[in-house]
Structures are given as C-alpha cells and as structure tokens.
C-alpha cells in the first residue's frame, strides 16, 4: 500500500512541476501549441546527450532529400547550379564503387555521370509531374490513367540507370552472364504488371534475355497491349493461358492439342504481377479462346473449346503474387483456354521458390506460390522435355537472386560468381600494396641518388685542396 502512495505522490509532484514550467513560459494565444518534444531545443554538434551510464548513440548521417513537391518545383525552376549542389550532396554518401554501380561514376570524366543524372532526374520528375496531373484530373477516363501510370514506368522502371533488360543496376547487370536457350516448339510471352515492371528482384525479367523469342510486354502499356491482341489474333496459333484453375489443362492435354496441328507449336505468355492484378489481367481473354476466324472447338475435332485451326499453341502464364495475378486476369476476354502444372511437377523437388531470399513471403508448391521462371521451367519441361532448359533457367535465376541481394547490400545465398570478381576488396588491397611498393621504391631511388651526389660533391671538395697543393709544390 505504501509503494502505491509514494507513487501517486511522485506523480503528483512531477504533474505540478511541469504546470509550474507550464505558467512560468506561457505559449501565446495565436501560436498552435507544439509537443513537448518538439520545444526542445536541439543539442549542439558533436554534445551526446545519452543517460550516464548507457552506451551512447551512434549518429548516422543521411543523404539528404527533397521534402516536398513544393521544392522539387523550387529547384527545377532555381539555378541549375544550385540544383546540382543539392543532388550532389545526397550522392556523398556513395563510394566510387557505388557511383560505378549505379552508372554515375567515370574516372575519365568525374562529373560526366553527375551531368546526366542531373538531366535524368529533372526529366524523370517533369514526366511524373504530368503523370500526377493527370491521374488528378477527373476528366481524363480511367483507361488513359492506367495508361499514363505504365507509360511512366515503362520508361524510368523503379531506379534510375538499371538495366533495361534485367532491372538491375549497370554495375550488377546479368545479361551477360545468363545460359541462352531455344524452345524447340513453344514461345513465351511475359505479360507483366506495372508494379513488378523495373523490380530489381522480378524474375520474370530475366526470360527475354534467356529464352529465343520471348516478348516481355507490360499490362496496360497502349503499345504492348496491341502487340499483345496481334499474337492473340493471329490465326496460326491457339492462346492458352498458365494458370492453376480447377478448369485449366494439363501439359500433356496440352501437347495433345499441339500435335494435332502442323507444327505443335506452343507459345507461353506469363503474366507478371501479384496474383490479385494477374486475375484481373485473365479478364481480359475471352472465354473459349481465340478464334480468329469464328469457328469455335468442342465438337468433333476441337479439344474444350480450342480452336482447332492453326500451327501453334499460345500458353498465357502469370509472372506475379496471387494478389495482383487476380486483378490482372480481368484483363483477358473471358473464355480463354488456360493450362496448369501438374501435382507430380519437377516444382516438387524444390519445396521452397528460389526467389524466396529476396521476396517477403515463403513460396512452396501447396500454395503455388512459386516464382514466373520455376513456373515457365516446369512447364517447358513438361512440355519440351528438356532437362538441360529445365536446369539452366533454374541457374539463371539464383544467379538474378545473388545480384539482387549484392544490390541490397546483403550475402549471397546461392554462391554464384560476382560480376567483377569473388573478392573485389583484395585486388584493391593488392593494387595499394604494389602502389605503395613502388612509392617507397622510388623514395629509395630519389634517396640513394641523393647521397651518390652528396659523396660526389664531397670528393670533389676534398680533392680540390689536394689539387691545390700539388701545384703549391710544383712551383
């Protein structure tokens, strides 16, 4: 009872002081009355302020931002100088290194990157601005929007300077390091959503540079939706789309379906979002397939709705989560033909995605939920019978995941080979110890001359007495 009272009593007394701080430094009656944490003054530089006793707090400097939309117009419209002061100064923070990962950096002409992001980033900002506009403006209908939106990422993606391609920074690219291959009978197409589009840990980037023929095309992208309707419109191929419906066709019924045609061919378009836009995507395929010249399967001949006329077989898949894969399948026309991986799937012998080190959730094959690439393998597999395409695009996509966690400053999980070299830091090491080798090698040249010279100045001064008396002698 007595630990109770002294209690309220301490807080009594504290609620007193703090009304007597109060009364003795009123707040005026037009000034809006701010937390106690904020009339704090700040400490000076340098002073800790940690509670004896405690460890003291390490300061990090931050790069430093732009606040608002307010300054970001500020600038552009100031002096360019000015402006470059201000993003040079969130770019100290960046080693050489880091400035040649992002593209910034040339030893050749330091200030050449510097320039271009410059221009870069006024222009990526000027684009956004417009984009902003125009989602604001409530005149403009929803599809110029969406329109709007993927054009925008279309061209900036999600950083400035990645690779095109793979998404990823200059100086951690992939391109170059990834197994090519070629389908035999089947081409992919990536139908991508605009929140995966430039996400440095999307695999369904990678399959463009890997597979011969793959088209990665972004939703709702004006130009890449009508490239898009041509592939679905063309009369020498029948769509299906890879999706894990109760409905949808096994890869054997698949190539089934191929064979019957002159050919076989079997094109895989994969849509690349979470699996909530992906179902809205498979929208916007009609239902039944496509059937460019009005006749429709079913009846003697045709296989579920199927067209039974052309050479090839288009399989659209979802490279996204569930979340987006669901918006995204509104998309489609209702009726399109859809396949699905099989229980016995080589997806088995993995149990866990390996996308899994760089995404937040935990995929595995009871849930499906299992990366773009894992999904396209195990159906070319089933498909092609291809163990070695099967295995090289599984390598290729550990190697897209090690080069993603490098970019995030993290550990590779998978061992594969670094762009520049397994250990960058002990070749710096060794050039500073050759640099300093031959420093002090030069040092000991200059010194050794030096004291030649100096033993030379000094036989000169002593033989010129010597020489001196000789001729006093000889007079």
Not at 155 to 176: D, N
Request: include cysteine; charge should be neutral; hydrophobic fraction near 35%.
């Amino acid at each position: 009872m007595s630990t109770i009272t002294d209690t309220a009593a301490s807080a009594a007394a504290v609620t007193t002081a703090v009304s007597a701080a109060d009364a003795a430094n009123p707040v005026p009656a037009d000034q809006p009355r701010q937390p106690r944490h904020a009339q704090q003054e700040p400490a000076p530089e340098g002073v800790d302020q940690s509670t004896p006793g405690q460890r003291p707090q390490r300061v990090v400097r931050r790069p430093s931002r732009v606040a608002s939309e307010e300054d970001i117009d500020e600038l552009l419209s100031g002096d360019e100088s000015e402006l470059m002061d201000r993003l040079a100064s969130q770019l100290q923070g960046l080693s050489f290194k880091q400035q040649e990962m992002y593209g910034i950096w040339n030893p050749e002409d330091p200030e050449a990157g510097r320039r271009t992001f410059l221009e870069q980033w006024r222009q990526r900002h000027a684009d956004r601005r417009a984009m902003v506009a125009g989602l604001a403006d409530p005149a403009v209908p929803p599809q110029e929007r969406m329109a709007l939106r993927a054009s925008y990422i279309h061209r900036w993606r999600k950083i400035l300077f990645s690779c095109p391609t793979c998404w990823l920074l200059p100086g951690l690219c992939v391109c170059g390091r990834l197994q090519r291959f070629a389908t035999q009978h089947t081409k992919v197409v990536i139908h991508a959503h605009h929140g995966e589009w430039g996400s440095a840990s999307n695999s369904g980037a990678i399959l463009g540079p890997c597979l011969e023929g793959t088209e990665v095309l972004l939703y709702n992208y004006p130009d890449h939706d009508t490239r898009l309707r041509e592939l679905l419109a063309d009369p020498t191929r029948t769509t299906a789309l890879l999706w894990p419906g109760a409905d949808s066709l096994l890869p054997s019924e698949l190539s089934a379906i191929a064979r019957e045609r002159t050919g076989g061919c079997v094109t895989v378009v994969a849509l690349d979002a979470t699996w909530s836009n992906a179902r809205r995507m498979q929208g916007w395929f009609p239902r039944g397939g496509w059937f460019p010249r009005g006749v429709r399967g079913g009846g003697e001949g045709g296989w579920r709705g199927v067209c039974v006329y052309g050479t090839c077989v288009t399989v659209v898949a979802l490279d996204a989560t569930w979340s987006n894969a669901r918006r995204m399948q509104g998309w489609f026309p209702r009726g399109t033909l859809t396949v699905k991986l099989p229980a016995e799937s080589t997806l088995k012998e993995n149990k866990l995605s390996l996308l899994r080190p760089v995404r937040r959730y935990r995929g595995d094959l009871e849930s499906g939920r299992v990366s773009t690439v894992e999904a396209v393998a195990s159906l070319l597999l089933e498909l092609e019978g291809d163990e070695a395409l099967y295995r090289g695009l599984l390598d290729n996509l550990k190697i897209k995941v090690d080069a993603c966690r490098l970019q995030k400053n993290r550990t590779l999980v998978y061992d594969t080979q670094e762009p520049q070299g397994p250990s960058n830091r002990s070749k710096w090491r060794e050039r500073q110890a050759q640099a300093r080798a031959a420093a002090e090698a030069g040092a000991a040249e200059a010194a050794g001359d030096g004291v030649e010279a100096a033993a030379a100045a000094a036989a000169e001064a002593g033989a010129a007495p010597s020489t001196a008396q000789a001729a006093g002698g000889s007079v």
